[in-house]
């Protein structure tokens, strides 16, 4: 083993792992400057069919349906529908994202995408039963039950149905309408199921073909007045974690994978949230406290044209010169009367536990991102393997979701240090700083001197935002802030 790190990611002592890690991971390529000017060929899956503007226009529901979209939970997540992705700000996080670790590889620490993040940023509830596919009947009785209508032709051999589809068969509803008049109430439901379905196909969870979805998922939208709480949040981020891991693996540039799946939405606005490196002009403060979070980076950009760059090496030189003070390590104001999901998305998200949804089992690495949280960083365990064979799979989902039942008893990560308490704990424990080096992803042969772009001033409302963070999550009953 090597004394510490030797200046390339992954951060922390550099072992005879890490060196066999990176022969596989897409930074290797970077690193030799395979990548180094690449304009990224990536094809951001999500959204699928409705990317095309006509799309957008021809999937309009009426008032009554928008009800009981906002009554399931699902109010916020159609906006994210029209953010306007920006693939080189994306690529350059992306490629420092280390599986097994579930982090992104900065030169500052470890940080990650978490379940706070996914409460604030989506609105969606990180709290309930996991997603899970068990038991379920065929795909044709699956769709007959739940959207009332019979199923395509290839449903015996698929598990899926396109979006087009779902379209063609659920946008006969007149958009004028208040209300189920003269329309069946059941065939209203089964046309909002199939919404909220292609919902989940383009945004929450694309795939690789990015115009089809599982069917799997409809019994999970079955009560839409009264529906029973789902971890979705949990879910969107398990399956965010895998796709990130498929997309950063890879030995050459000739099988790198084209397609980047995931909710890409997320990562960007977590981007945003975090760090000034290409982050758009918004009309709304952060300082008004707007939830969920996402909807200052839809419905408000002033002006993003300038912000971003024009290659994917300037947004890499930017974050491996990224600096302490440029990092807003817990953006988010959660006021004593905001909704339930972030008033509770403190005490609901500090659990070093796996998520899941269906078999894509990640683990949350809250331990390695204390800062977000509000603690001061230390040095993490070592990360937790977890198998992806098919052998014994379905024991170890099992063990998985009894862990995360029983997460409130377990797993939280508010005793492994302490409270931030002055700028300087910001920058972590002297012994993490130590142990984790300030590693690089760009090799220095290639890199050349960039303008900088990033406001390099200290933000001073993170601590004031921890302050107003943690006397409202003493009010809420976490101990830890009392």
């Known amino acids: 083993m090597n004394a510490g790190n030797d200046g390339r990611i992954p951060g922390g002592p550099t072992t005879e792992r890490e060196e066999q890690e990176r022969k596989n991971h897409i930074s290797r390529l970077v690193f030799t400057g395979e990548l180094y000017d690449y304009k990224p060929d990536v094809r951001l899956r999500e959204r699928g069919q409705w990317r095309n503007a006509t799309n957008y226009a021809t999937w309009q529901i009426n008032t009554y349906q928008k009800g009981l979209v906002n009554a399931f939970g699902f109010g916020y997540v159609d906006e994210f529908r029209f953010l306007l992705h920006d693939r080189d700000l994306i690529f350059s996080l992306v490629e420092r994202w280390w599986p097994q670790r579930n982090t992104f590889q900065l030169p500052v620490g470890e940080m990650t995408v978490t379940l706070l993040d996914v409460a604030n940023i989506l609105g969606l509830p990180i709290a309930g039963e996991p997603i899970f596919f068990d038991n379920q009947p065929s795909a044709a009785t699956t769709i007959r039950r739940y959207l009332g209508i019979d199923p395509p032709e290839d449903t015996n051999v698929r598990s899926d149905v396109t979006i087009n589809w779902l379209r063609g068969n659920f946008m006969d509803l007149d958009r004028t309408i208040d209300g189920p008049v003269n329309v069946d109430e059941e065939r209203i439901v089964c046309c909002t199921r199939a919404y909220l379905l292609a919902l989940c196909g383009s945004v929450l969870f694309p795939n690789a073909t990015g115009c089809r979805i599982t069917v799997r998922l409809l019994p999970f939208l079955e009560n839409l007045v009264h529906p029973t709480r789902y971890a979705w949040g949990a879910a969107v981020l398990a399956y965010l974690y895998a796709s990130l891991t498929e997309f ?234 009392r």
Not at 254 to 279: D, P, V
Not at 455 to 463: G, L, P
């Open 248 to 481: 950063v693996t890879a030995s050459s540039l000739q099988n790198m994978s084209k397609n980047l799946t995931g909710c890409m939405s997320l990562l960007q606005i977590w981007a945003y949230e975090h760090f000034a490196i290409g982050r758009p002009v918004t009309s709304i403060s952060r300082e008004i406290g707007v939830f969920p979070v996402g909807r200052r980076w839809t419905t408000d950009v002033v002006d993003q044209a300038h912000c971003g760059h024009p290659v994917v090496s300037i947004y890499r030189t930017e974050f491996d010169s990224l600096t302490h003070d440029e990092v807003t390590w817990m953006p988010y104001i959660i006021r004593a009367d905001a909704p339930d999901i972030q008033r509770m998305s403190y005490p609901n998200s500090h659990y070093n536990v796996v998520i899941l949804y269906d078999f894509r089992t990640m683990y949350h690495p809250a331990d390695r991102v204390l800062r977000q949280f509000g603690l001061v960083q230390t040095i993490p365990n070592a990360p937790e393997y977890i198998s992806h064979n098919k052998s014994g799979r379905l024991a170890r989902i099992q063990r998985y979701l009894h862990e995360w039942n029983t997460r409130s008893d377990r797993y939280n990560i508010l005793n492994m240090s302490r409270p931030v308490q002055s700028h300087e704990d910001w920058l972590g424990d002297i012994s993490y700083r130590r142990w984790y080096g300030a590693p690089r992803i760009g090799n220095r042969a290639y890199t050349f001197e960039e303008i900088r772009f990033t406001n390099r001033a200290v933000d001073d409302c993170s601590m004031r935002r921890f302050i107003d963070n943690m006397s409202i999550a003493s009010r809420n009953g976490s101990s830890h802030y």
